[in-house]
T-cell receptor, first 111, second 118 residues
Framework: AQSVTQPDIHITVSEGASLELRCNYSYGATPYLFWYVQSPGQGLQLLLKYFSGDTLVQGIKGFEAEFKRSQSSFNLRKPSVHWSDAAEYFCAVAPLGKFYFGTGTSLTVIP | GAVVSQHPSWVICKSGTSVKIECRSLDFQATTMFWYRQFPKQSLMLMATSNEGSKATYEQGVEKDKFLINHASLTLSTLTVTSAHPEDSSFYIC??????????????FGAGSRLTVL
């Protein structure tokens, strides 16, 4: 069965510091991979996606993610975090068109 | 880009009544829409897959008689919570599937509907 694991429930970083949010998936083949962000009381916004090709994908708001097949990972990174990045981040996989989400990582940004 | 509109964003109802939530794809046709439920500080739980012109496919453990889904057109899916009870209070989010450049699907989400049952 497919699953998505986000090991970090909550992360706190200082504004301007770098960020990495972890995501591991379990699936027989390489699924389509996504990162979404959710602000409080809001829906989800797509940050970036990986379907195939270059394993380093660029997204909106300065985010990027790297797909590593050997580690079944799709970690999200940002070189310099802004206070407005504080939100909930969800990794998702979509084997066969159905989306499954990880449990999310809550990001707090301190001045 | 693709936009999904969800209405209402907030709804409060009395126990025993029914509530309908609408999900519309504004600038694209969505043959498939998904309904999720999110509890506070938790992930999204897929409730059902809504296919235009056919019956919805419900995930295991989701009561299809309580959560009625209708996908009557390529741009509209509705979720009706029937005989609502306080335990149905939650954040309901819809999403619509559209094809990306690679032909793979991308999910566009509505802003969500917060249901409070008194």
């Amino acid at each position: 069965a497919q699953s998505v694991t986000q090991p970090d429930i909550h992360i706190t970083v200082s504004e301007g510091a770098s960020l990495e949010l972890r995501c591991n998936y379990s699936y027989g083949a390489t699924p389509y991979l996504f990162w979404y962000v959710q602000s409080p009381g809001q829906g989800l916004q797509l940050l970036l996606k990986y379907f195939s090709g270059d394993t380093l994908v660029q997204g909106i708001k300065g985010f990027e993610a790297e797909f590593k097949r050997s580690q079944s990972s799709f970690n999200l990174r940002k070189p310099s975090v802004h206070w407005s990045d504080a939100a909930e981040y969800f990794c998702a996989v979509a084997p066969l068109g159905k989306f499954y989400f990880g449990t999310g990582t809550s990001l707090t940004v301190i001045p | 880009g693709a936009v999904v509109s969800q209405h209402p964003s907030w709804v409060i109802c009395k126990s025993g009544t029914s509530v309908k939530i609408e999900c519309r794809s504004l600038d694209f046709q969505a043959t498939t829409m998904f309904w999720y439920r999110q509890f506070p500080k938790q992930s999204l739980m897929l409730m059902a897959t809504s296919n235009e012109g056919s019956k919805a496919t419900y995930e295991q453990g989701v009561e299809k008689d309580k959560f009625l889904i209708n996908h009557a057109s390529l741009t509209l899916s509705t979720l009706t919570v029937t005989s609502a009870h306080p335990e149905d209070s939650s954040f309901y989010i819809c999403s619509a599937s559209s094809s990306g450049r690679s032909g793979a699907n991308v999910l566009t989400f509505g802003a969500g509907s917060r249901l409070t049952v008194l």
